[in-house]
Every structure is written in C-alpha cells, then in structure tokens.
C-alpha cells in the first residue's frame, strides 16, 4: 500500500512540475467558461441597422425611437432610396434594414394596418431570425399600446411562458455543454497522454513488472487527474454562479456525484485510448478528433439530437456527454433529483464499467 499511495504522489509530483500540463489543465477550462460565458452567445445587442423612412411622420418617428431606445439596435444611418439597400449590405456593416412604407400613419388610420418591411443579411440566418423577432416584438409591444382603448369582438392571445429560463440566457445553454466539454477533453485527452507517454518512454514495461500490479499502475496513473478534474468541474460550477448568475435548483451534492461519475468515464475513455496509441501524438489526434466533434455535434450541447437523422440520432446514444448534459441541466436549471434522473445515470454507469472493463481486457492482452 505504501508503494501505491508514493506511486501516485510521484504522480502529483510530476504534473505540476510540467507546466503545460497544468495550463490544459487549468488554464484551458477557465478561458474556455469564460469565452462561451461572454463571446459566445445567441443573443444581440447594438446591432447596427438602417432605415428606409418613405413617410417621415410623426408615427414612424415614434416606432424608430422605439427601436433605437432598445439595447438591442444602434441606428447606423438613414437611407433615402431601396437601391441603397444593396450597397450598403455589401459593406458589411449593417445587419437589418427596416423599411417604411409610404403614407404609413395616413394607411394606419384609414385601413387599420400599415407595413414595415424588415429586410436582413440572411448570411447569418440565426443572427437574421433573431433581428426579426426582436423587431416584431418591439412592434407587437407599440400596436398593443396604440390598441390599449379599443375593444375587439374576437381576440385569440397567446401567451408564452419560457420555464427553467424565462429570460432565454444563452449562457444556460453553454455552461453545462462547455463543462461537458472540458471534463470530457481534459480528463480522456490527459490521460491517454500521460499513459502513452511512459509506453513511448519505454518505461511503462518496467512500471508493469514492478511490485505494483498492473490495475495498481493504471489506477495510480489516472487518481491525479479525478482529483484535479473535480477541481476543474468546482471552477466551472463556481464561475456560472458568481460570474454568469446561473442558478443551481438542484442538490449539489448529486451534482458533484455525477459530475465524479462522468469523470470517471472520460478517464477511463482515455486509458482504452492509451491502448490503442502508440505515440503521445496519436493520442492526442485521437482524443481531440474522435471526442471533441462528437460531444460538440452529437451531444446535444448546440444542435438538438431529436432534429438530426435517425442514424446520427442512435449513434448520439453511445457518447456520454449526450446523458451527462442531460443530467446536468436536469440537476442545475430544472432542480431534479435522482427520481428524474436515474436511468440516464445508469447509462453513463454502464458506459464507464464498459470502458475500464475493455480497457483492463486490453492490457492484460498487451501483458500476455
């Protein structure tokens, strides 16, 4: 037992000595949280647009001052002609044109309705969809105060209500993905390399025949990196509540649990990876290649599973960030418990009992 418990302090001794170990280790979560947390996002705010303003009166100044008393629109400039509008989409500055049609207020009073065109650069069709909505919304808010001392025979109102995230904060969505991703990457990629590193060594023959066992080896090899990847998920976690404002409704304590599990999981993907890879380059390709692309595309994190291929849709069924985003959401924005979640937390079970099985298969081959 002394052996194993000095092994695995050798361990610790030499990740922090190796300083770009550290910096993935650390330094990469932490810009990765707060870039998704802040650069990338859904949302829009001071999106330059233009207007085109036929009528020039008194109600389209009063909808134009609407929009642009909005955080969401900087009013760039006012065009006089649609053979404008070309042009200076070319420039690439101006995302939206809004366009007023002629005798807006005069079409407003006699017909009850008058148009306003919104054209967008659709070369960015998320950015295009969501400029629309907010323009409609901002419009929707200004015909209801106009129409606040009419009465309508019949109305048909919908009323929407967004739960778990009312205010539509993109960063609900990044957080548990971006978690997913660096316990993911983090814990298999840094794994399989320093496993990887000692067979290309030539070192890892002799750690095998030592005194120490070889599940002793392996486990020793990887109980640094559960330890340092539990302090990476309580960063995460710390930064989405202080910086971002993201509420845990759940237990934290089943959210460490889980959070351990997937770990465990990605550790041991890492160490079936390090059977397969001969160099610490390879292991590298491998993990970054056949893990990133498929927790960022199959997982759900940014494209919902239930709108690909059925094919894609039963391959996403083997990649265990899919569950653990799951679960992950479940516990932090909805506040489930285990009740809710127990069958996703058995699959992800059964997927790391499947990867340390395989991957102890695989060594005591390569021992033989």
């Not at 330094?27 to 650069?39: R, S």
């Not at 207007?51 to 008393?69: F, G, P, Q």
């Not at 200076?88 to 995302?95: Q, T």
């Not at 548990?176 to 000692?198: D, F, H, N, Q, Y």
Request: aromatic residues 10%; glycine residues 4%.
């Amino acid at each position: 037992m002394k052996r194993f418990i000095g092994f695995i302090k050798k361990e610790f001794y030499h990740i922090f000595r190796d300083k770009r170990s550290l910096f993935i280790l650390f330094g990469m979560p932490i810009a990765q949280i707060m870039l998704f947390g802040f650069a990338i996002t859904n949302e829009i705010n001071n999106v330059d647009i233009a207007i085109l303003d036929h009528s020039k009166d008194a109600t389209t100044d009063e909808i134009i001052n609407k929009i642009s008393a909005s955080k969401y629109f900087s009013i760039n400039q006012f065009i006089d002609r649609e053979s404008d509008i070309e042009p200076i989409f070319k420039k690439g500055k101006i995302k939206a044109v809004l366009n007023f049609e002629k005798d807006f207020s005069k079409n407003l009073i006699k017909y009850n309705k008058a148009t306003i065109q919104i054209i967008t650069d659709a070369t960015d069709p998320n950015t295009a969809n969501t400029i629309s909505n907010y323009v409609n919304a901002i419009l929707q808010k200004y015909q209801k105060e106009l129409n606040k001392d009419m009465t309508i025979v019949y109305q048909i109102i919908p009323e929407t209500r967004m739960v778990y995230n009312p205010e539509l904060k993109s960063v609900y969505m990044f957080v548990p993905g971006v978690m997913t991703i660096i316990l993911m990457l983090v814990s298999a990629m840094m794994t399989s390399i320093s496993i990887t590193r000692e067979k290309e060594l030539g070192t890892m023959e002799i750690l095998l025949v030592s005194p120490l066992k070889p599940i002793q080896v392996i486990v020793g090899k990887v109980f640094p990196y559960i330890f340092l990847s539990i302090i990476n998920a309580v960063v995460i976690v710390l930064l989405s509540i202080f910086i971002f404002k993201m509420p845990v409704q759940g237990s934290l304590f089943l959210l460490g649990l889980e959070s351990i599990l997937f770990i465990i999981s990605a550790l041991a993907l890492g160490i079936l990876i390090s059977t397969i890879s001969a160099t610490q380059q390879t292991a590298m390709m491998i993990s970054l290649m056949g893990l990133m692309l498929p927790v960022i595309l199959l997982s759900g994190f940014i494209f919902p599973i239930s709108s690909m291929p059925l094919p894609l849709q039963v391959i996403s069924n083997i990649i265990p960030a899919k569950w653990f985003i799951i679960i992950i959401k479940g516990i932090m924005l909805k506040g489930v418990g285990l009740e809710f979640i127990w069958k996703e937390t058995l699959i992800l079970l059964g997927m790391t009992v499947f990867f340390i099985a395989l991957s102890v298969k695989k060594y005591k081959i390569r021992l033989e």
